[in-house]
């Protein structure tokens, strides 16, 4: 059992023992290194100000990747690659992003620059010639206030590709690789974290410290911390146990392990379900999603999380490991009430069973927020509709952002089976939809913005639906 | 080769992509040093009963806690001496400071504003303009400008409407919060870094609220990370907290505040009421125009009056008001005091215009750009402001025409009323608006600057004014201005960070003007080195041409090389010239001073011409909203301008686009949502929803007309404020899509779909 963590910074080893690994990355690097190449703004993981790279080993090397290290503790590090804005340029010379930055007027106060040129050149790490649409996508987690982001597109579609080196070649991964594959086997035990590498261990740390916090991506977690000062019993990370990362396909369900990022997850699920698609586009930024897990989405039970009512009307299952072994409970079973769940203290969420819409099911996504993207939805919608001839055979309708937990709506469902799929069908179904739910305001939207929207999606889907088939 | 005009990079952009420019809270900490930190009023209206801060003494590393006793003043203000630092016996918004703190740690200060006890009696609180105005709650005196007979002219119209448009404030969300340092010297001197627009003010409040003469405080500010007139009065309030600190421990202390409390804290964009009656014709002219503004000031003056000002004289925006009367009042509420904000009151002022030709059209069924354009400002005639002032050099008629015809917009407009007929599922909409802004500052003898050159040994120079860099690229373009004066490569010059021990008495680097004030100085003082240098280089060359008679004025400077016209092959370096001037002690520094010439103002009378001169402009906008949800997007943006001769045409280009993208968030996605208390809710970027980089229009086309300034430095125009107005063009577009009526700023989706809902279905938001 290893007491400390290890992970290089822009190529040098760090080893961390003790409550300093309980301390963000963000202010690491600021405070402690006096890296301040590296912002923090707004600590919450929503302007991107604070992104830097992480390389984790996949597949036999280091895999570089986006997130928010105002989220990201040292803990969560460990056998990982961090490299920020200062160790882009080791030798001197600007980037060739850098220089495409420069020469567009891509920065102007500069405040949030740093992070906009990590984003971009972890893009060059996907992409190698990126078009408007993929710089759109690579800097969605990063806000600007100055620019207007114009600019900032320019510089990306008009980066030098040519120039643009990788960070293998910047940092050759050889020697870290060799380091972390001699280590990567153990467990981790500082303070009252803990990194098991194998499932057992995990059970009895988690039945033991029953109000222990898994933190896989932190994402949530990190906020908790930063701005409610919240100091957890025990933290347990999963990231040492093989193959919980792991997505596949098997008969038409997807089973999705209980650390597979967000990001994972998107990726898999791109041309599988396509519906999936704009809503995962939406769901966070490249960095949250690098960061977080559809099993996080999950526990954390918002009754906003934007991958719920798609799991709801797709009857998911969920796989939970305890000491007395394995059970499946159904996603809406799993919520017993605002942030309560099914779920006793020794357990994990091992995999997330998704059966996918089978081919002639109609599915729907809706999210309606106030920004389109990089916000938490005011509103989520799904529908799967199986249809018989011209009419509505069953149909499953979840609606989230309108009660304590996201709901289906029976008496709406009940009404529609068996109608004609109208328009006036469709329009009645929004009123007893709207008399089914309790909507409360807050600061993402009204009551009555809420019950509007619960009434208004039925014919959006009619319409949705109409035009795919006209 | 000129240096001015052309698109150089900015100077700190290689910093700025590298990490290694330096923000306040970069600076290495000094040996000693302090973390400050302050407990605010958790109420917007509160009677302070009783402090105890003695449990929060008792806390390990808390070093000292001050209140308004520990300070030799308390009040000050830069327009009202209303407004206190440290609340005394009522605290009158939310966030208002009461005790400040110093700590080694910020653990230690976290603590201690927890231990801090204060005894508070909630009193009710004035949070809108509505209320304020029944509780008769004001900041200073109504005031009025009027043209003509507005009543008369009203009761003779053929057509009357009368309507109010109302927007909500805007956070600045300048990425770098508020911060200073405060270094203690001898003497009880302290130097102050601080990220603010005004170094000369935070100075003067200091030396006032700490008992010292200005002379003993020196406010450096080397760059800030936004600011859009956020730190323009509110930057003062942490630097004055540091400075207490630095004064009464006599160690290095800081402050920075985190995102949260610098929401909850500060002031924002100002909100408006603004009620009016217009009369028009039937062919849309409008005849007699009658505005009553009404503005949220907040707790304290801050700038109100001064923004007030500025939507007074920019309500007429670009249209011409025969018979016009506006009066503005400002409200005093419990919200902390609102402030400078990127357009300044301008933004309010022409949007109700622009929002009031919306309703006209709609009741003349007439497409808005054609009543537009019947109102807009002449060239010759009808070119008189409702203060006086002849809008000279207008380019607003030829900016409306260019873009029409470049934006395709009736054909498009054609398509959007098509499109509107047939789409079950959306709506479009389509709107062309317009812009004159007036450059000066509204206060006359704000209107000045000076600048400090020094010319070094080997050629190399540098300037310092009081401009401050928050990204605008003044510096940049001071730069350029700077070498190519003296006629050295750019490189050369370097632009230090501004002080108020080089530059004295400065004014804010506000009101879009800062590059022609300071810029005007600084060439100013490079001409009277430039003459200096030329007597001696003159001289060298008629040594070497011995049939050359020396002449100064025959002289050229240009990259880095000195040369008589009439011997244009004989070149000395300007470094030669430098060391010759030297060693016959020719004084290589000089200071410059720049005060704009033929403003003036009064409102005692509401007349006067406070403006240089108008950055015009037009934009047009189309935009797309889902019947069902109300979700907007913006399909096409086009913005045409008239900004002279770009000083620097890539940063100019890069405000254009920033501004207009910031007043887009302003006007749709930006929603301060408060509870029934006044506390904010969304305080924070998850709640708080800035523009996104999908958020640009799909297509942005952003360009300027060719047009010289004659009055201004080199032809240009100041250019930071005014493209922000261009966004209006996209509220008219959704107020055009949703067929008129009433709209509030911000249109978020939720505004408009119940809009939309209660247009066509008034009894569901019944029940």
Known sequence: ?470 | MTVVGKNIEHDSARGHVSGESLYIDDFAPLAGELVVDFYASPYAHARIKSINLGPARDIDGVIGLYTYGDLHHNLFGPILKDEVLLAEDVATFIGQPIVVIAAETPEAARYAKMAIRVELEELKPILTIEEAIAAESFIGERRVIRRGEAERAMGEAEHVLEGVFVNAGQDHFYLESQAAIAIPGEFGAVTVHSSTQNPTEVQEVIAHLLGLTMSQVVVLTKRMGGAFGGKECQATHPAAMAALVAQKTRRAARIVYDKDLDMHATGKRHPFRNRYKIGFNSSGEITAAIFDLYSDGGAYADLSPAVMGRAMTHVDNAYWLPHVDIRGTICRTNMPPNTAFRGFGGPQGAATIECAIEEIAVKLGKDPLDVRRVNCYGVDSRNVTPYGEIVRNNTLPRLFDELSERCDYRARMADVLRFNQESKTHLRGLSLTAVKFGISFNTKFLNQANALVNVYLDGSVQVSTGATEMGQGVNTKIRQLVAEELGVQVERVLVMITSTEKNNNTSATAASSAADLNGSAAVDACRRIRARLAEVASREISLIERDLEPSPESLHFQDGWVWDERTPSTRLPFEHVVAVAYRLRVSLGERGFYATPRIDWSWTSGRGNPFLYYTMGCAASEVLIDRFTGELKVLRSDVLMDIGKPLNPGIDRGQLTGAFIQGMGWLTTEELRYDEKGRLLSHSPTTYKIPNVNDLPEIFNVDWIDNENPVNLRGSKAVGEPPLLMAISVWTAVKQALGGGALAVPASCEEILMRMTAATRPEVLAR
């Open chain 1, 1 to 470: 059992m290893r007491d400390h963590i290890l992970f290089y910074l822009n190529g040098k080893p760090q080893r961390v023992v003790g409550r300093a690994a309980f301390q963000t990355l963000s202010r690491f690097l600021r405070y402690g290194q006096r890296a301040t190449g590296t912002k923090i703004v707004c600590e919450e993981g929503d302007c991107g100000a604070c992104t830097v790279l992480v390389g984790r080993v996949e597949n036999g090397s280091l895999k570089y990747r986006p997130i928010n290290s105002c989220i990201q503790f040292l803990f969560q590090l460990d056998l990982t690659h961090v490299v920020t804005v200062e160790g882009l340029a080791p030798y001197g010379s600007l980037n060739a992003v850098q220089e495409a930055m420069v020469r567009c007027h891509g920065a102007q106060c500069g405040y949030c620059t740093p992070g906009f040129i990590v984003a971009m050149t972890a893009m060059f790490e996907e992409t190698a010639k990126p078009c408007e649409a993929d710089v759109r996508r690579a800097v969605t987690g990063n806000l600007c206030r100055c620019t207007g982001y114009e600019p900032i597109v320019k510089a990306g579609v008009e980066t030098d590709t040519a120039k643009m080196q990788r960070i293998e070649e910047l940092y050759p991964s050889a020697t870290m690789l060799r380091k972390f594959a001699g280590i990567s086997g153990e467990a981790v035990r500082i303070d009252n974290f803990f990194k098991p590498s194998d499932m057992a261990s995990a059970i009895a740390f988690k039945a033991e410290h029953p109000k222990c916090v898994i933190v896989q991506g932190a994402t949530d977690f990190g906020v908790w911390c930063t701005k409610r000062n919240f100091v957890p019993e025990a933290v347990l990370s999963l990231s040492g146990i093989e193959g919980l990362g792991d997505i596949t396909l098997d008969d038409g369900t997807l089973a999705v392990g209980g650390r597979a990022s967000l990001a994972q997850f998107e990726s898999f699920v791109r041309d599988l379900v396509p519906q999936l698609a704009p809503v995962m586009d939406r769901f966070g930024s490249p960095q949250i999603k690098n960061a977080g897990t559809l099993a996080g989405n999950i526990a954390n039970a918002s009754p906003i999380a934007d991958s719920l009512p798609f799991l709801y009307v797709t009857g998911a299952q969920l796989e939970l490991t305890g000491k007395s072994g394995m059970r499946t409970v159904a996603i809406d079973a799993f919520y017993k009430g605002y942030k309560t769940l099914d779920l006793q203290p020794d357990e994990i969420i091992t995999r997330i069973l998704i059966p996918l819409p089978k081919s002639g099911d109609t599915l729907r996504l809706y999210k309606v927020s106030k920004r389109s993207h990089l916000d938490i939805s005011s509103f989520t919608a799904a529908m799967l509709l199986r249809r018989d001839d011209s009419r509505i055979g069953n149909i499953r309708i979840a609606y989230g952002g309108v009660g304590p937990v996201v709901l289906r709506l029976p008496k709406t469902e009940a009404f529609l089976s068996g109608k004609p799929f109208a328009l006036d069908v469709l329009h009645e179904a929004g009123t007893i939809a709207r008399d089914e739910i309790t909507p409360l305001s807050d600061v993402r939207g009204s009551r009555d913005f809420r019950l509007q929207l619960a009434e208004n999606v039925l014919k959006k889907f009619y319409y949705d639906v109409s035009e795919a088939n006209a």
